[in-house]
Each structure stands twice: as structure tokens, then as C-alpha cells.
């Protein structure tokens, strides 16, 4: 009986085992990517939805400033409110707007934080005064360094007691000492009576420019 001997081509055989291992690899590479899609998938669910209530709107034209703290917390501000502050320490007042359709003050939102002041008319800038209302101005009270609370006045400006950035409400909130990289915003607004009212949103995006 005679034996027939099989020889094996080593050229052949590489390129077949090269052939298997580009198989499995780009399987596993599918695999892997589906899982990453999948994953991705499932994490978006995750992401929660901003959801802009009434409370939470920015300031609009329309919208009236309101005492946003202490005794009279959600009444209008008024010019006599503001020439009392002048007074005390410190000499502005902090404000939320409202809105006058609905009666919501848009207290949820820190960037809706404004501060008001009675100013001498000649002493603001004219593109300052523009947006004014007989010596009365409204800036956003949220620092643009790392977004505290405007709420001191020293060396005759606004002075953040975070980090120590200062801002002259004089001349469009130029910033004066300090960190901050940009001046707050400033809100345009008109009287109406008794009132102050927003004519328009802050001039900029208000918060921290970070």
C-alpha cells in the first residue's frame, strides 16, 4: 500500500493565517465599536434636559426690576427706593426682573441677578447714559471672573468679594482692580412712573467669562 506524502506550502500557509487574523480582528473591532455606540446610547439618556421655566427665564424687554431680598423682596424697585439706598451700605440695590404678564419674578437663574444704583447723571459715560434712565443704571451683578455676587461698594465702585475685581458703574462697568477679564453687562432701561423696566436683555451674555 503506498503512501502519498501532502507537502505543505509555507508561503500559502502564512497568507491564509494572515487572512484568519484579519478576520478576527476586524470582528472584534465591529464588536468593540458597537459596544462604544451602545454605550454612548444609553448614556444620553442619562443627560439630563434643560428645562426653562418661567422662573429661570432670562430678562427681557418688558420685565420689571423687584427688590430681590430682605423685607420688600418681590415689590417694584421705585426711584425713591434708590435714592434711600444712597444712604446705606451698601448704596445699590439688588434686583431680580419680573415678569409683569405672569407676576413671576425670575429668581432661578443666578445670571438674572442685577444690581440698580441712583448715579448723577453727568457723571456716566455717554454710552453708559444711553442705557440708563436719569442717572439710573442696572448691570448684571454676577462677577465675570468665576461668577460670585457682586455686592460691595468700595473706593467709590462695585467691588466683588471674592477675588477682589472692582467695576465702575460710571463707565459701563470698566473694570478697575482685580481679576475679571471683561466688565459685567449693563441692562437698558426706562422708568415708566414708578417703575424701572427692562427695554431689552443685557447687552452681553452675563455670567463668568471662563
Given at each position: 500500500?503506498?503512501?502519498?506524502?501532502?507537502?505543505?506550502?509555507?508561503?500559502?500557509?502564512?497568507?491564509?493565517?494572515?487572512?484568519?487574523?484579519?478576520?478576527?480582528?476586524?470582528?472584534?473591532g465591529v464588536g468593540v465599536?458597537?459596544?462604544?455606540?451602545?454605550?454612548?446610547?444609553?448614556?444620553?439618556?442619562?443627560?439630563?434636559?434643560?428645562?426653562?421655566?418661567?422662573?429661570?427665564?432670562?430678562?427681557?424687554?418688558?420685565?420689571?426690576?423687584?427688590?430681590?431680598?430682605?423685607?420688600?423682596?418681590?415689590?417694584?424697585?421705585?426711584?425713591?427706593?434708590?435714592?434711600?439706598?444712597?444712604?446705606?451700605?451698601?448704596?445699590?440695590?439688588?434686583?431680580?426682573?419680573?415678569?409683569?404678564?405672569?407676576?413671576?419674578?425670575?429668581?432661578?437663574?443666578?445670571?438674572?441677578?442685577?444690581?440698580?444704583?441712583?448715579?448723577?447723571?453727568?457723571?456716566?459715560?455717554?454710552?453708559?447714559?444711553?442705557?440708563?434712565?436719569?442717572?439710573?443704571?442696572?448691570?448684571?451683578?454676577?462677577?465675570?471672573?468665576?461668577?460670585?455676587?457682586?455686592?460691595?461698594?468700595?473706593?467709590?465702585?462695585?467691588?466683588?468679594?471674592?477675588?477682589?475685581?472692582?467695576?465702575?458703574?460710571?463707565?459701563?462697568?470698566?473694570?478697575?482692580?482685580?481679576?475679571?477679564?471683561?466688565?459685567?453687562?449693563?441692562?437698558?432701561?426706562?422708568?415708566?412712573?414708578?417703575?424701572?423696566?427692562?427695554?431689552?436683555?443685557?447687552?452681553?451674555?452675563?455670567?463668568?467669562?471662563?
Amino acid at each position: 500500500m503506498e503512501h502519498t506524502e501532502h507537502s505543505i506550502d509555507p508561503v500559502k500557509e502564512q497568507q491564509e493565517h494572515i487572512k484568519r487574523r484579519a478576520v478576527l480582528q476586524a470582528a472584534i473591532g465591529v464588536g468593540v465599536g458597537l459596544s462604544v455606540l451602545s454605550t454612548l446610547y444609553v448614556g444620553v439618556g442619562f443627560i439630563p434636559k434643560v428645562v426653562v421655566t418661567p422662573e429661570k427665564e432670562p430678562v427681557k424687554a418688558g420685565d420689571v426690576l423687584v427688590w430681590a431680598q430682605g423685607a420688600k423682596a418681590g415689590q417694584d424697585i421705585t426711584p425713591a427706593d434708590l435714592q434711600a439706598a444712597l444712604k446705606s451700605d451698601p448704596p445699590f440695590i439688588i434686583a431680580y426682573p419680573k415678569n409683569p404678564e405672569n407676576n413671576v419674578v425670575k429668581n432661578q437663574a443666578a445670571t438674572n441677578t442685577i444690581m440698580v444704583m441712583q448715579l448723577e447723571p453727568s457723571s456716566l459715560s455717554p454710552e453708559t447714559a444711553k442705557y440708563a434712565a436719569q442717572g439710573i443704571v442696572a448691570y448684571s451683578a454676577i462677577c465675570t471672573h468665576l461668577g460670585c455676587t457682586i455686592s460691595q461698594w468700595k473706593n467709590n465702585v462695585w467691588h466683588c468679594p471674592c477675588h477682589g475685581g472692582e467695576y465702575d458703574p460710571r463707565q459701563g462697568a470698566k473694570v478697575v482692580a482685580g481679576p475679571p477679564p471683561g466688565p459685567v453687562p449693563q441692562l437698558p432701561i426706562k422708568l415708566e412712573g414708578n417703575r424701572i423696566v427692562a427695554t431689552a436683555g443685557f447687552l452681553f451674555k452675563p455670567g463668568a467669562d471662563v
